[in-house]
Structures are given as C-alpha cells and as structure tokens.
C-alpha cells in the first residue's frame, strides 16, 4: 500500500519551559519539513510554561502560519499536551517528537518513507542514549518487566518519538482514558507496525523535565492502564506468606521438642518473638497490597469524574473543533 504524494504531515511538539532549545527547534525542523515535499503543519504544546516559550510561539506562528500554538492554563504533564496535540491534529499522518532535539528532525523523513511503504505505525528505537547511567537502567529495566505483563507486543526502548496514521490517530482520539500512556495505547492498537533504530542526541540546550518523580508516576501509569498483574500477585504473595508461617509454625514446635539442641546452637525459643516477627511481616504485605490497590481506585476515581483533560488558555492557527477540553 503506497500512501499519496498530496497527503498532509503533522508534527505535535510538547514544550515546557524550552525558551533555551526553541530557537534551534525552529531552525531545525523548518529545515527538515520543507524538504519532505509535501503539506504540513506543527503543533507546540505549550504545557503551562512559565518562562518565555509561549512568546517564542507566538513569534514562529507569526513568521510561519504552519507553526500552530497552543498554551495550557497550567501544567497538565508531558502526555496530556502529546495527547491535546493529537487531538488537533488534521494531518493524514502524526509524528510525536520532544521539543529538546534529542530526537532529531532530520530522522524524520524516514519515518515518513516507512509510511508510504504502508505501515500504519513506526516508532523509534532508541541506542547510544546519553542520560546517566541510572535514567538508563531504569528505561531498560521498566520496558522489559512491562512486556512481562501485558497481553501484546511492546516494542523495547521506543519512546514516544514516532509517527502513527490518521486511523491510529482517530483510534487514539476515541479512546476515554484519562491517564495516558500514549506509547502503550499506540502498541495496544496492533495494526501494520515497524520500528527504525536511530542515536538518541544529548540535550541541545535546557535541562531534563522528567525527573525521578515524573518517570515513577509515568511507570505507574504504563503499568496501571495496561496490566492487573500487581493485584494478581496478591494471591501468589500470600501464599508464600502462608507457606512461611507454616515453615515458622514447624519450627517452633521442633525448638520445643528439642529445645536442649537448639539451645546448644543458639536457636534456643524466644518468648514472643515469633509473633512480633509475623506481625510485622504480615502487617507490611497488608500495606504494600493496599497501596496497589489504592492505585487503581485512584485511577478509577479519576476517570469517573469525567474533568477535562486539559484547558486551552490561548491558540494560535488552531482550525475549529468542538472539545470540551477548550474554554
């Protein structure tokens, strides 16, 4: 299946506080899209920054009307804006890429000539990345213990830089989740998906966004929308536990029953102290379960008050369409 020369590409670019890295961005990916031959537009998401990114939006629009804007009324995280851009974007094709330039625009017409080839989705495959050590780990850990736990393919060390048609678009559009992992719902799809391995670049200018915290909670999110093995693991937990006690209760008896022989070897019987052992023990297995449980409450809570998932403060070039998620 070949796609058309004619067809329109769109570009949804979340921005926080990016005032150092915009003026390259611009640069860069102007460069790039005018050599793609074909119709395009990009969407900035400005993500409730509070530095001087939203004028520097405004300035690009206004030198080239295909830079579209959009400003939230606070920050409402790094998926919500990759989901609001989404959202307007009227493009026959949809490429995510990050503001900081780590995912170069120069990679880009390679995705676009996978698509023509007649994939539906092709998503990047990150090597070489330059974070520390730790950041690293942890990516690598997170995307192979999630492919554990859920029923379809994930693809490994692929981030959200990708470009995905307009059906995957309108599939991801329809879909009610509230807390999105938007590489998760991509994969979740299926359909005719490919991967292009490419260097993941250092920073160009700024510092990181997603800190520990971010990275935990977006972990969490992955794990959450996709996976009930946490709350599965209750059982077989609990079984062990049972089994410990059992092992425990043997004991016990045996430290009676021979008590001059384990006396001998130090393990003589200690009053109480059994107890306080399973008391501590079981009492810290109740917690840990009830805080993953109190996880997905939390996210059936949230998704049942049905709020927005975003508030549009101010838009530049943005072509109508009716959203509750505007004001």
Not at 123 to 134: L, N, Q, S, V
Not at 172 to 195: D, H, I, K, Y
Not at 221 to 233: A, K, M, Q, T
Not at 272 to 282: K, P, S, W
Request: a positive charge; charged letters at 25%.
């Amino acid at each position: 299946m070949n796609r058309k020369d004619n067809m329109k590409i769109s570009v949804v670019i979340p921005c926080f506080n990016e005032q150092e890295v915009l003026p390259e961005l611009f640069l860069r990916m102007q460069g790039a899209a005018e050599g793609w031959g074909k119709d395009w537009e990009i969407i900035c998401v400005d993500d409730g920054s509070y530095d001087n990114t939203w004028n520097l939006l405004c300035e690009q629009h206004a030198r080239d009307p295909r830079w579209i804007a959009l400003s939230f009324s606070r920050n409402f995280g790094h998926q919500t804006a990759v989901s609001a851009g989404i959202f307007h974007a009227t493009g026959d094709a949809v490429i995510i890429v990050d503001a900081d330039l780590q995912d170069p625009p120069e990679e880009i017409h390679r995705f676009i000539g996978k698509w023509q080839e007649g994939y539906d989705i092709v998503y990047a495959i990150r090597t070489h990345r330059k974070e520390g050590i730790f950041k690293r780990l942890s990516y690598w850990a997170f995307y192979r213990i999630m492919s554990k736990m859920i029923d379809f393919e994930l693809p490994l060390d692929s981030g959200d830089f990708c470009l995905m048609d307009r059906k995957i678009v309108d599939i991801l559009n329809s879909l009610p989740e509230r807390n999105r992992f938007v590489r998760g719902l991509r994969a979740w799809t299926g359909f005719n998906q490919t991967g292009l391995i490419y260097e993941r670049q250092a920073r160009a200018a700024g510092r990181a966004k997603y800190n520990f915290k971010k990275l935990r909670r977006l972990a969490i999110d992955g794990v959450i929308s996709f996976s009930s093995v946490p709350l599965s693991l209750a059982a077989h937990l609990g079984l062990f536990v049972s089994l410990l006690s059992f092992t425990g209760i043997i004991l016990l008896i045996l430290q009676r029953i021979y008590e001059s022989f384990f006396e001998s070897i130090g393990l003589g019987p200690k009053p109480g102290f059994a107890i306080i052992i399973a008391i501590l023990f079981l009492g810290g297995v109740q917690l840990i379960y009830l805080g993953v449980i109190g996880q997905y409450l939390g996210r059936i809570y949230d998704e049942v008050k049905r709020r927005p998932q975003w508030i549009i403060k101010q838009s530049l070039g943005l072509a109508s369409k009716k959203t509750t998620d505007e004001l």
